[in-house]
C-alpha cells in the first residue's frame, strides 16, 4: 500500500536495545511518568498544533494537583514522608496474586489447560530482585496518567503499531473507552457555548447516552458501506445554519473508524485521508474510537486472500490508524483492552499530543484518578513479562482468526435464512457486528404507518420467537429525529455458529411475517 511505516519486529528490536540501554525500571509508589521517558528518538518531525482554541472552560481552569506533585519528592533518598495519605504495603491483605496462562503461540483454552504457564505476582518481588512491578507498588496509590510500567509498555506499544507522525505525542491509561470519552467531551466541549459532535448518522448508543447529559447535541452525517462518505459531511459542515441547528458548527467529530459499532463499516486508508482533509477544512478535532482496531479480517467469501503469518504481515494489514495519518495532533484515540483481552479489566488509554494528554490527565486526578492497580499488575504480569510485545501481537493475530470464523458464521446464516428481497448486508471487514438493513418501502403498510411502528413490531416478534437484535433506532445520532430506514444490528462476539444460525433463522421469519 501507499502508506509505509517501519516493520513492527525492528521496531521491536529497537525498543529492547533501549531497555537494554537504560537498565531496570525503577519507579515506586505514585512515581510519575509521561511517553518521554521510553520513545524513541522522533527526529526530523514536527511538533503538534496548539488546541487552546477547542478546549472548554472546565478544561483551560483545571490545575495539577497538589497532592499529586508532591510525590515527585518521594524519590529523594533518606526521606521520611508525613506529606501524602499513602498506606504502608503492609497493610494490604495480598501477599501474592497466581494466573494460569497461554504460552505463545498456543492461545487455545485446551492448551492453557495443558501447557499454560502459571505466573505469579507478588507484594515485594521488586525488592526480592524478582521484577520491576509489584503489588506493593500496584495496590498503592498512583498518578493519573497509570503506572509507569505501563505507560512504558503502552508507548512502545504505539510506537509499533501507529508510528505518529509528530513528535510530541503521548499516551495516558484511562478506566475504558466509555471513560474516556466523557471525560475528552467534557474537554472539548462546553454546553454554555452550544457546542455540539458531528458523527456517523447511526453511531455507538453509550457514547450518545454519554454526550447529551452534558448538554452537547450530537448530529449525524450520512455514511456508506466504508462509514464516513467525507464529501457528505463536508456539504453538511459548509452549509451549517447555527440558528436553525440551535448549536453552533462543530468543532468536534466522534468516530468509530474500524469495525464501526452499530453498521460493522470499516474507513479504508483513502477514506480516513478525506475525512482527515475535511477535519482540517472546518478545523475539526477528532475522537477516534478504536476498540475493534486488531479485529480486522480478510474479507468474506475471499478463498484466495493470504492470512498474516507473520508479526511483521499483521500490523501491515492493518488500516492504518487516524493517529498514524494525523500531522497536526488533532487526534484522540481511544484504545482498549475490553475486545481483545477482558472487558471487566477496565484498562485503556489514550493517544493523543502533549498538551491534550497533560489536559486529561487535569480530568483524570480529580474523576477516576487512573486505572485499577489490580488490572495494571496483572496485565503488565501477561503482557510485559510473559509475552512481550511480539506475543502480544501474536495473540491479535489469534484473536483476528477466532473473529474472522465467527463473522463467517454468522454469515453464512444470513445466506441461508433471510430474504434477500427484503434484507440486505455488508460482510464487515472488522469488528462484532452485521447491520442488517430491511427494505421498508416493501412493507404492505409502507407510508401508513411509522417506521418506528414496524421497527418495534419486528423487534417484538424476535423476542416472542427467542432472539434478541439490537433495533436501528437505539442507534441514532440525532434520536429525536424520525426514523429514516429499518435496520437491525446482530453480533457474532459471543453465541456458538450453531446457536447463532437459530437466531437468524428466527430473525428471518419475524422479518417475513411482519411483511405478509
Known amino acids: 500500500m501507499a502508506y509505509s511505516q517501519l516493520h513492527a519486529t525492528?521496531?521491536?528490536r529497537e525498543i529492547q536495545k533501549r531497555r537494554a540501554e537504560a537498565g531496570k525500571l525503577v519507579a515506586g509508589v505514585a512515581a510519575a511518568s509521561n511517553s518521554d521517558m521510553f520513545k524513541g528518538p522522533q527526529n526530523g518531525k514536527p511538533n503538534a498544533k496548539r488546541w487552546d482554541n477547542h478546549l472548554s472552560e472546565e478544561s483551560k481552569h483545571r490545575q495539577p494537583c497538589a497532592l499529586k506533585k508532591a510525590a515527585k519528592f518521594l524519590k529523594k533518598p533518606g526521606l521520611v514522608s508525613l506529606g501524602g495519605g499513602i498506606p504502608s504495603s503492609k497493610v494490604f491483605p495480598f501477599a501474592e496474586l497466581s494466573m494460569k496462562v497461554p504460552v505463545v503461540p498456543d492461545f487455545s483454552e485446551d492448551a492453557t489447560a495443558q501447557s499454560g504457564v502459571k505466573e505469579t505476582i507478588g507484594k515485594y518481588d521488586i525488592q526480592d530482585g524478582k521484577a520491576e512491578y509489584d503489588l506493593s507498588i500496584a495496590l498503592n496509590y498512583g498518578q493519573a496518567t497509570g503506572s509507569a510500567q505501563m505507560i512504558r509498555f503502552l508507548t512502545e506499544h504505539t510506537e509499533i503499531v501507529c508510528q505518529p507522525p509528530y513528535a510530541d505525542w503521548a499516551v495516558c491509561q484511562t478506566i475504558g473507552s466509555t471513560g474516556a470519552l466523557e471525560q475528552a467531551v467534557r474537554m472539548f466541549c462546553d454546553k454554555n457555548r452550544r457546542?455540539?459532535?458531528?458523527?456517523e448518522e447511526f453511531s455507538f448508543s453509550s457514547a450518545m447516552e454519554t454526550i447529551e447529559p452534558l448538554g452537547v447535541r450530537t448530529f449525524g452525517t450520512p455514511i456508506d458501506s466504508e462509514g464516513i462518505v467525507p464529501e457528505a459531511m463536508d456539504e453538511v459542515l459548509s452549509?451549517?445554519?447555527e440558528s436553525a441547528r440551535g448549536s453552533r458548527k462543530p468543532h468536534v467529530l466522534y468516530t468509530v473508524p474500524t469495525g464501526q459499532n452499530p453498521t460493522g463499516a470499516t474507513?479504508?486508508?483513502?477514506?480516513?485521508r478525506a475525512v482527515y482533509a475535511v477535519a482540517q477544512k472546518h478545523d475539526l478535532f477528532i475522537i477516534e474510537d478504536?476498540?475493534?482496531?486488531?479485529?480486522?479480517?480478510?474479507?468474506?467469501?475471499n478463498d484466495n486472500a493470504e492470512t498474516p503469518a507473520t508479526v511483521d504481515e499483521f500490523v501491515a494489514s492493518l488500516v492504518p490508524s487516524y493517529v498514524s495519518i494525523d500531522k497536526d495532533g488533532r487526534v484522540m484515540r481511544l484504545d482498549s483492552f475490553s475486545k481483545v483481552l477482558a472487558p471487566g479489566s477496565r484498562l485503556g488509554w489514550v493517544v493523543a499530543s502533549q498538551q491534550l494528554i497533560e489536559r486529561y490527565q487535569r480530568h483524570a486526578e480529580v474523576a477516576s484518578q487512573g486505572p485499577s492497580g489490580f488490572s495494571q499488575v496483572i496485565l503488565h504480569k501477561l503482557l510485559d513479562e510473559t509475552w512481550g510485545h511480539e506475543g502480544y501481537l501474536k495473540w491479535l493475530m489469534a484473536m483476528r482468526t477466532e473473529y474472522t470464523q465467527k463473522r463467517n458464521a454468522l454469515i453464512t446464516s444470513c445466506e441461508k435464512h433471510l430474504p434477500r428481497e427484503l434484507v440486505s448486508w455488508t460482510p464487515p471487514?472488522?469488528?462484532m457486528f452485521v447491520w442488517l438493513t430491511v427494505d421498508h418501502t416493501k412493507h404492505?403498510?409502507?407510508g401508513k404507518r411509522r417506521l418506528e411502528e414496524i421497527e418495534q413490531e419486528i423487534f417484538d416478534a424476535c423476542i416472542d420467537a427467542g432472539v434478541l437484535v439490537a433495533r436501528g433506532s437505539w442507534f441514532r445520532a440525532e434520536p429525536h429525529a424520525p426514523l429514516s430506514g429499518l435496520c437491525f444490528r446482530a453480533t457474532y462476539a459471543m453465541a456458538t455458529p450453531e446457536n447463532m444460525d437459530v437466531a437468524i433463522s428466527r430473525f428471518g421469519k419475524a422479518v417475513r411475517r411482519s411483511f405478509t
Not at 457546542?195 to 458523527?199: L, Q
Open 290 to 301: 478504536e476498540p475493534y482496531y486488531f479485529l480486522q479480517m480478510e474479507p468474506y467469501g
Open 195 to 199: 457546542d455540539s459532535i458531528i458523527t
Open 267 to 272: 474507513q479504508g486508508i483513502e477514506r480516513r
Open 444 to 446: 404492505p403498510d409502507h
Open 429 to 431: 471487514a472488522a469488528g
Open 239 to 241: 452549509n451549517w445554519d
Open 10 to 12: 525492528k521496531i521491536i
